[in-house]
C-alpha cells in the first residue's frame, strides 16, 4: 500500500521583525497614530491586514493604537511624527501627554471605520444573496477575502 502524503502550503514572506528597525526609523521612534514615543513598545502594523509583510506595507504602532485600528483596511499610511530628543525628559513627557489625547481621537475614527468596513462587507453580502449565491457561499468568501472576525460580524446582520 503506497503511502499518502500531503502538501502544505507555506506562506512564503518575510516576518515584521526583519523590517523592525528601518520601520521605527521612518517613523522617528513614535507611533504613526498616537505619536507614542515608547520605541520599545511600538510594534510593526500592516497598513493594509491582509497584503503582505514588506516596507510598502508596515508602519510603526503602539500595541493601543495597533489593536484599535486591527482588520480596517481603510486607514491608510500615516506620516510620521517629528523626532523628539529622548534625552530631554521634559520633551518626552510633553510627547506622551499629546500621545493619550490622539489616542482617544484615533479610538473615535476607529469606531467609525469599522462599522462603515462592516457596512461595505454587508452591502456586498446583500447583493451576492440577492442574485442567487447561497449564504453560505458568501460568508465563506468574506473570510477568505478578509477574515473570520468580518465574517462572523456580517453574519450576525444578515
Known amino acids: 500500500m503506497a503511502h499518502k502524503t500531503t502538501t502544505r502550503v507555506i506562506r512564503k514572506g518575510r516576518k515584521t521583525t526583519d523590517f523592525r528597525e528601518t520601520v521605527m526609523a521612518l517613523a522617528n521612534g513614535r507611533c504613526v497614530y498616537c505619536g507614542n514615543p515608547e520605541t520599545a513598545s511600538l510594534e510593526c502594523d500592516h497598513i493594509n491586514p491582509n497584503g503582505p509583510t514588506t516596507y510598502a506595507n508596515l508602519q510603526a504602532g503602539c500595541p493601543t493604537c495597533n489593536r484599535g485600528k486591527s482588520d480596517v483596511d481603510s486607514v ?59 449564504i453560505a457561499n458568501v460568508l465563506r468568501s468574506i473570510a477568505t477575502r478578509h477574515n473570520e472576525r468580518t465574517k462572523k460580524k456580517v453574519a450576525k446582520r444578515l
Open 76 to 134: 491608510g499610511r500615516r506620516e510620521p511624527f517629528p523626532a523628539i530628543d529622548r534625552t530631554d525628559p521634559m520633551a518626552v513627557g510633553t510627547a506622551m501627554i499629546e500621545s493619550w489625547k490622539l489616542r482617544t481621537e484615533f479610538a473615535d475614527e476607529m469606531v467609525v471605520a469599522h462599522a462603515e468596513m462592516i457596512d461595505r462587507w454587508t452591502a456586498y453580502a446583500r447583493t451576492e444573496i440577492a442574485n442567487g449565491r447561497r
